[in-house]
Each structure stands twice: as structure tokens, then as C-alpha cells.
């Protein structure tokens, strides 16, 4: 049975549909430590759309993952994740306010998105002060992204993890993840206010996300072709994404990209995206301020473009107080 006694530990699992990553994360004097790390793939595809269709292979193969396990030290925080296909995110500006009033304004918030009933939902503050200039006098307003996910497909997940023997996981997006993979890469490459596009691709869905000064400020999911991932789709679905948001935002431009995931180790694949964008193509590196103390150092150092999720995950938690929760283990 998992069992959490070293809290200075901390577990990223990414739940995919075609694999599992699991990164163990550990916080020192020095920094963080990378100290162990797992991927099992599925025989055939355990998700779909969001949603399990085959638990048994998820719990097998968490099971499989030993290090998750051990009869030690293990870490007091694990993060698991959720597809953003499966949840809705809106950003809100609200107005300046105290902590009381804070979950009183989200409950309000999310309630015009979602029903109460059946959703689950949780907020980021993104930025302290924000002053909008859209009204004839400038009000300093909270940038707020709000997270919400259906509260069954929560419970099918936490059922999963506890029949695989994990019972104290909380869940985050993604999205968030393979953002926060990169947060330091944004901010010590960013030149002023610069946009950072960051670009994903998974077995079945492609996050893309705009990041200005380290802060989350666009998301989109979309659904992968089942046959074949193309750069031409992934490069048009990133156009369309990256024109709505400079005509909605008033920014200029898109100044750098960071591709992620599987296919993000071709360099065809990363070329074509790149010439079809007109911007230079990044390989994300989500290892720029961790230190890998785990045996098989070369073995993460040529597989890292598989695991920027599940190092997100566990970088969440290990900055766990960034987040507001307004319902317990959904960040």
C-alpha cells in the first residue's frame, strides 16, 4: 500500500493515453534533484477523449513502477495528471480583493461557466496587479485563470490510483504541467515582455500555450488525427491559435517557440513545424534548474522530450503554494 512519510519528496504521474511517466522530484539545500524516474507503455490505448477505457492497464502499470512503491521515505505529495481535453479553462480579470472575499468572487466566477452540481473547480492567481485600461479610469484587477473538470471523471481517476494502491494524490491539467515544465526556461530566455508559444504533442492531444514573463496568459487542446500525427495539422492548429490570441490580447507578436513531447525529437518534424510557423523551434528542455541524481542519467537526459508533463507535476506540487484551491486535491 503506497504509504507518504518524507515530505521533501515529490511525484509527477502522467497518466497518457498510450503510457505512464512518473518522475520523482526531491527539494535539497542545493536545489531540486531528479532522483528516479519510471515510464511503462500501454498495449493499446487506455484513454480516449479524456476518458479511461482501460483501467486495468493503467493500474497494472503503476503497479509496475517500483520506486512508486517503496516500503521508504516515500513523498508526501504526489500530482497526478488530467487531459485538458477533459476540463474547461477561462481567464477572468476581477477586481482587487482581500482572501476572504477571494473564493466568494471564483465560486461566483465559475458558477457562469459550469454547474456546481457536477463540476469541480479551482483558480491560479496569475498575477498580482494588473491595472485595465479599457475603462475610462484604470482599476487594478487580479488575473485569475480558472480550472474546471467534471467531478465524475475526477472519481474515476482517484478510483483508478487507489486500485493501484495510490489514495493521497491530487490532480492538476496538463496543460499547466507542460508549462510549469518550462517556467524557467521562459522566464531566463525572456528579452522585456517577450511571447513564449509553447507546443506540446501527446499520443492523442496537442496543448498549445502562450507564456509572457514566466506567467501563463492562452491555452488550447485539441485532439490529434488517431492515424497519423502531422507537423502540417500541429503548425495549422498552432497558427489559428497563436492569430486569436495576439486579436484578442493586442500583443505583436509570437517571439519564440517551445516544442515538447514525442514527436518534438524529430528534426524534420521540429523543422517543417518550424517553416510552416516562420519562428525558430526550441527543443523544451524542462532540466535547465534541476540536477539529476538518479542511475540512469543518460537514459533520462535521451528520453527528457517524453517526461515534461510528469516533471511538471511534480514541480506543481513542490510549489504548491501558487495555487488556490477551492476544492481539495484539483489544482
Do not use: W
Request: aromatic letters at 8%; glycine letters at 6%.
Amino acid at each position: 500500500m503506497y504509504n507518504s512519510k518524507n515530505r521533501n519528496e515529490f511525484l509527477g504521474i502522467d497518466i497518457g493515453s498510450s503510457a505512464i511517466k512518473a518522475i520523482k522530484l526531491k527539494v535539497v539545500d542545493s536545489g531540486i534533484q531528479l532522483t528516479d524516474h519510471g515510464c511503462v507503455t500501454f498495449p493499446t490505448p487506455a484513454i480516449k477523449d479524456g476518458k479511461i477505457i482501460d483501467r486495468k492497464s493503467i493500474v497494472d502499470a503503476l503497479k509496475s513502477i517500483k520506486f512508486l512503491f517503496s516500503a521508504e521515505k516515500q513523498p508526501e505529495n504526489v500530482c497526478v495528471s488530467i487531459p485538458g481535453v477533459s476540463t474547461t479553462t477561462r481567464f477572468a480579470r476581477l477586481p482587487e480583493f482581500s482572501y476572504r472575499e477571494f473564493n466568494k468572487l471564483l465560486n461566483s466566477e465559475a458558477q457562469t461557466y459550469c454547474d456546481p452540481e457536477k463540476y469541480t473547480f479551482s483558480a491560479k492567481l496569475l498575477n498580482e496587479k494588473e491595472p485595465d485600461f479599457s475603462e475610462a479610469n484604470p482599476v487594478t484587477k487580479k488575473c485569475v485563470m480558472l480550472l474546471m473538470a467534471e467531478k465524475s471523471m475526477l472519481g474515476e481517476y482517484a478510483e483508478t490510483l487507489q486500485e493501484s494502491g495510490i489514495s493521497c494524490a491530487n490532480f492538476s491539467v496538463d496543460i499547466l504541467a507542460s508549462v510549469k515544465a518550462f517556467e524557467s526556461a521562459c522566464k531566463k530566455h525572456a528579452e522585456g515582455e517577450e511571447n513564449t508559444g509553447i507546443i506540446h504533442v501527446g499520443a492523442q492531444t496537442t496543448n498549445i500555450s502562450v507564456v509572457k514573463s514566466g506567467i501563463l496568459i492562452f491555452t488550447r487542446s485539441m485532439q490529434n488525427d488517431e492515424e497519423k500525427i502531422s507537423p502540417e495539422k500541429i503548425s495549422f492548429e498552432a497558427r489559428r491559435s497563436f492569430d486569436y490570441f495576439l486579436e484578442q490580447s493586442r500583443e505583436s507578436k509570437i517571439s519564440r517557440i517551445i516544442l515538447s513531447g514525442g514527436p518534438s525529437s524529430d528534426e524534420v518534424f521540429r523543422q517543417s513545424i518550424g517553416k510552416n510557423l516562420g519562428i525558430a523551434i526550441e527543443l523544451g528542455n524542462p532540466l535547465e534548474e534541476i540536477e539529476i541524481t538518479a542511475s540512469d542519467k543518460a537514459g533520462i537526459i535521451s528520453n527528457i522530450y517524453q517526461f515534461p508533463v510528469a516533471i511538471g507535476l511534480a514541480l506543481i506540487s513542490v510549489h504548491a503554494a501558487t495555487i488556490t484551491r477551492l476544492n481539495s486535491g484539483f489544482f
